[in-house]
């Protein structure tokens, strides 16, 4: 069984920095996208950065662009998120994906990680 697991979330003031890293394991995911979502309490689950696997074009949420960096280690199939400048709407749960093609929409996504916690405080 393939699996994403994510790291690296937790609590930090407005304008700090977090790096989220999502490890996959059971299967390696040559020639998938990678992408992270993220869902806020009472919100649909939306799309916030995605990595093609080569060449590694990144694709941005325009709430996030400039703030947040997607990048991937293909040998170690490990993809991360380095967010910046981080405001209390960021505060969700964020999921690391994996899909054949870039996709934007959690429909086209499948595998999911099972999402780790950040907390953006004000």
């Known amino acids: 069984q393939a699996q994403l697991v994510e790291s690296g979330g937790g609590l930090v003031q407005a304008g700090g920095s977090l790096r989220l890293s999502c490890a996959a394991s059971?299967?390696?995911?040559?020639?998938?996208?990678m992408a992270w979502f993220r869902q806020a309490p009472g919100k649909e689950r939306e799309f916030v950065a995605a990595i093609r696997w080569s060449p590694a074009i990144r694709y941005y949420a325009d709430s996030v662009k400039g703030r947040f960096t997607i990048s991937r280690d293909n040998p170690k199939n490990t993809v991360y998120l380095q967010m910046n400048s981080l405001k209390a709407e960021d505060t969700g749960v964020y999921y690391c994906?994996?899909?054949?093609?870039?996709?934007?929409?959690?429909?086209?996504?499948?595998?999911w990680g099972k999402g780790t916690r950040v907390t953006v405080s004000s």
């Open positions: 059971g299967r390696t995911f040559s020639n998938y996208a």
């Open positions: 994906a994996a899909s054949q093609t870039v996709a934007t929409v959690p429909g086209d996504i499948y595998y």
